[in-house]
């Protein structure tokens, strides 16, 4: 059965850790992405990639790094210089990079950091 | 630059009664639009999408939307609501590989 898996789907982090979040796709897809979401604010874009050992910086990128060694994986990694890291994070692939390709989303990892 | 609007953070309907979520977007080129749905504490789900061709779009869940260029509009419609409606609602535009949402529409639906 084909999707994206995120995990944890909850995680809890003292401030000033580093932590990072799992993205694991079995679609075949080429690009991948990850967005924050906080209430009342949509979802911004992190990071996304379109190809393997290839990523761009999206909006909001500050305090975020990523790494795309293979096809399927993309993982997030939330350094201690995010500001506010606390928030739902959301990965998602297409099958290419276009405009009209429609995104998949996984379930989410909901991040707290205390 | 592409950005996306929707009017009302929360909308309540009655079981039975229509939906209407509103969207409009700016771009400067012609407009690739999506609705996704996210139920509590889960990813997004694909309601539907335009790329090309026929403006009203029929998605899942007897969801349809229709594309205005004219309003720059892209509201999304359900005839009759049911419970299970009940969850936020995004409106996206794409521009090149990325997409921009909206900030969201609750609906909730009153029995």
């Known amino acids: ?114 | 630059a592409q950005s996306v609007t929707q009017l009302g953070s929360h909308v309540s309907v009655s079981e039975g009664a229509l939906v209407l979520l509103r969207c409009n977007y700016s771009s400067s080129v012609p407009p690739y639009l999506f609705w996704y749905v996210q139920y509590p504490n889960q990813g997004l789900q694909l309601l539907l999408k335009y790329t090309t061709g026929a403006t009203l779009v029929k998605g899942i869940n007897g969801f349809e939307a229709e594309f205005k260029k004219s309003e720059t509009s892209f509201h999304l419609t359900k005839p009759s609501a049911h419970m299970s409606d009940a969850a936020e609602y995004f409106c996206a535009v794409s521009w090149y590989e990325k997409l921009t949402f909206g900030t969201g529409t609750r609906l909730t639906i009153i029995p």
């Not at chain 1, 080429?30 to 190809?51: E, H, N, T």
């Not at chain 1, 096809?71 to 928030?87: C, D, R």
Request: with cysteine; charged share 20%.
């Open chain 1, 1 to 114: 059965d084909g999707g994206i898996t995120q995990s944890p789907k909850y995680l809890f982090r003292k401030e000033g850790q580093n932590v990072t979040l799992s993205c694991e796709q079995n679609l075949n897809h080429d690009a991948m992405y990850w967005y924050r979401q906080d209430p009342g604010q949509g979802l911004r874009l992190i990071y996304y990639s379109q190809i393997v050992n290839d990523f761009q910086k999206g909006d909001i990128a500050e305090g975020y790094s990523v790494s795309r060694e293979k096809k399927e994986s993309f993982p997030l990694t939330v350094t201690s210089a995010q500001k506010n890291p606390t928030a739902f994070y959301l990965c998602a692939s297409s099958t290419a990079p276009g405009a009209y390709n429609e995104q998949f989303f996984g379930p989410g990892t909901r991040l707290t950091v205390l």
